[in-house]
């Protein structure tokens, strides 16, 4: 039995902005190009970069004062709110969000594409090497 998921009628609105607007909308300087990287914190002064940032996993984390989180727990951070607040201003500044998932679609390779099947090995290949692993020898 197959189960949907929980959060099929999402809507757009919902989805969480990317870290990459907030840091824009805060002025926090990171560098776009980069996938992940090091500045200065923004919630405390900072002479060397101890905030680090991950933009494929949308995470952040201060390496000095150990806060970290995701987009809204930087908008929480910044604004002094809770997380209902942090998704009123998010809406509110309409940040730029990111697909979530929540679809097979544009997933190369993964089983629930139309990926095409591999076909299984063989037992006992011609040609290969001689070694045979412990649990193949009789």
Request: proline share 5%; with cysteine.
């Amino acid at each position: 039995m197959r189960f949907a998921r929980v959060d099929n009628d999402r809507q757009d609105h919902d989805e969480k902005p990317t870290l990459e607007a907030v840091f824009e909308h805060y002025d926090i300087d990171f560098n776009s190009q980069r996938a992940a990287g090091m500045t200065r914190c923004p919630f405390h002064d900072d002479e060397t970069p101890s905030f680090s940032w991950n933009t494929d996993r949308q995470l952040w984390k201060c390496h000095s004062c150990g806060k970290g989180g995701d987009s809204y727990s930087l908008i929480m951070e910044k604004e002094g709110t809770d997380f209902v607040g942090a998704r009123a201003l998010a809406a509110s500044v309409s940040f730029a969000t990111r697909d979530a998932g929540g679809s097979n679609r544009g997933l190369s390779g993964s089983s629930y594409s139309g990926r095409r099947a591999v076909p299984p090995r063989p037992g006992n290949r011609t040609g290969g090497g001689s070694y045979i692993p412990a649990w193949r020898r009789s």
